[in-house]
Structure formats: structure tokens, C-alpha cells
């Protein structure tokens, strides 16, 4: 070991980790737009029949929804072979689907208690800031939520899909849609917790670019999964 040697200080881009956030959450608020506009627009524009009939959901919307689900998967095991700029414009396809498929839900709430659209926005909003800030600033080490998180929302998935052709109680569907609410927002807390570690870490700038567009990915998915089941149990009878 070389005595007094000089300190070598790698060149950070201006901003750090608070220009990497910023990045973060404009591509996942961005993202969320683009959902509210595409399922508004799809409503008022009489789209809703192209996914909803009185017999019930169309091809189309298991296209929608099946395809929306494979792109993400894909997006994910891509995310760092792929430019962060291609990255981000299949986010916005990503939430344009979601807008799709979320839609019926959305034109359900109208239809019953308009109210509740705004009030499960507000909600989900709140919970998914606290849960951020706590996943970013508490000192506790969350990676051990990652499996149970994992198979909880593997869970929700299953049972998303057995609802598509069996219709499920009231008392079992409030139970569901709690227990999402819960898994997501705990979701939103570990993925705070781990873009926030990872961003030391990972010393390439166009990996934190491609980290950005992934942790964007997972916040939305998070966010907008709140918000449909605090929807849920808003319309609850």
C-alpha cells in the first residue's frame, strides 16, 4: 500500500441519485397518464364496446389484457440489453394496454359510484407516497419481503384469472382485493428500498438509465394495482 497515494474520484453525472429519482417518477407519473387518458378516452369515445358486451368481456379484451402481462415479462427480462430510450416507449405501450384493460373497471365505477374513482385515486396516491418515502428512508433491510411479495402477487394473478371464469363471492372478493391492496403497497416500499441500493451500486450511467425505466415499471405497476383493488372495495356491495 502506497502511502499518502491520491484519491481517485469517479465523475458522477450532475444531480446523483435525486436526478436518478426524478427519472424515475416522471416515467411512472407519465406512465400513469397515459393510463387515465387511454381508458377516458376510450369511454367517451364509445371504445367500451370493443371490450365489454351484455355476454360479458370481448376477445379483445383477453388480447389486451394477456398481452399486456407477456410485454411486461419481457420488458423486464430485457431491461438491461435493451437502450433505456426503447425501454421507455414500451412503458407508455405498456400503460396504453393497461388504460385498456382497466377500463371496464373503470366504466363500472362511473356507472355505480362515480365518486369512487376519485376517492380510490386519492387513496392509492397517499399510500403509494408514504410507502415510497418509507422504503427509501427506513434503515430496516426489506429484501426479506421479496419472496412472500412475490408469491403474493403470484397469488393475485391466479386468482385474477380463475375470476375470468367463475364469479367470485362478495365476502372472498373484498378479502382479495384487501389483501392486494396490502401486497402492492408493500411492493412499493421494497422496490423503493432496492432502486434506492442499487443506484450505489451500479457504477454505468446507461444501467442507471436502464435501472430508472425497470424501477419505473414496478412503481406503476404498484400504483396503478392499488388503486383497481381500493376501487374494488370502494364498489363493494
Request: one cysteine or more; aromatic letters at 14%.
Amino acid at each position: 500500500m502506497v502511502a499518502n497515494s491520491p484519491k481517485v474520484v469517479t465523475p458522477t453525472r450532475t444531480g446523483g441519485i435525486d436526478l436518478y429519482l426524478k427519472k424515475i417518477f416522471s416515467l411512472m407519473f407519465g406512465a400513469v397518464a397515459v393510463t387515465a387518458i387511454t381508458s377516458f378516452v376510450t369511454i367517451y369515445m364509445g371504445g367500451i364496446n370493443l371490450l365489454v358486451t351484455t355476454g360479458g368481456m370481448t376477445p379483445f379484451f383477453y388480447i389486451v389484457i394477456f398481452g399486456g402481462l407477456v410485454l411486461s415479462l419481457w420488458a423486464q427480462a430485457r431491461a438491461f440489453s435493451m437502450r433505456p430510450a426503447l425501454a421507455a416507449v414500451l412503458l407508455f405501450v405498456y400503460a396504453v394496454l393497461i388504460g385498456l384493460g382497466i377500463t371496464p373497471i373503470i366504466w363500472g365505477g362511473l356507472s355505480v359510484n362515480p365518486a369512487s374513482i376519485f376517492w380510490a385515486f386519492v387513496i392509492a396516491a397517499l399510500m403509494f407516497g408514504f410507502m415510497a418515502s418509507f422504503g427509501y428512508k427506513t434503515a430496516k433491510d426489506l429484501s426479506f419481503l421479496g419472496i412472500f411479495l412475490m408469491m403474493g402477487m403470484i397469488g393475485l394473478i391466479l386468482v385474477g384469472v380463475v375470476s375470468m371464469i367463475w364469479t367470485l363471492g362478495g365476502t372472498f372478493s373484498t378479502i382479495v382485493c384487501a389483501i392486494g391492496v396490502l401486497v402492492f403497497a408493500l411492493f412499493t416500499a421494497y422496490d423503493m428500498q432496492t432502486l434506492k441500493r442499487s443506484y450505489a451500486v451500479l457504477g454505468d450511467e446507461t444501467q442507471k438509465d436502464q435501472l430508472a425505466v425497470l424501477g419505473a415499471l414496478h412503481l406503476y405497476i404498484s400504483f396503478i394495482a392499488m388503486f383497481q383493488y381500493l376501487l374494488g372495495l370502494l364498489n363493494r356491495d
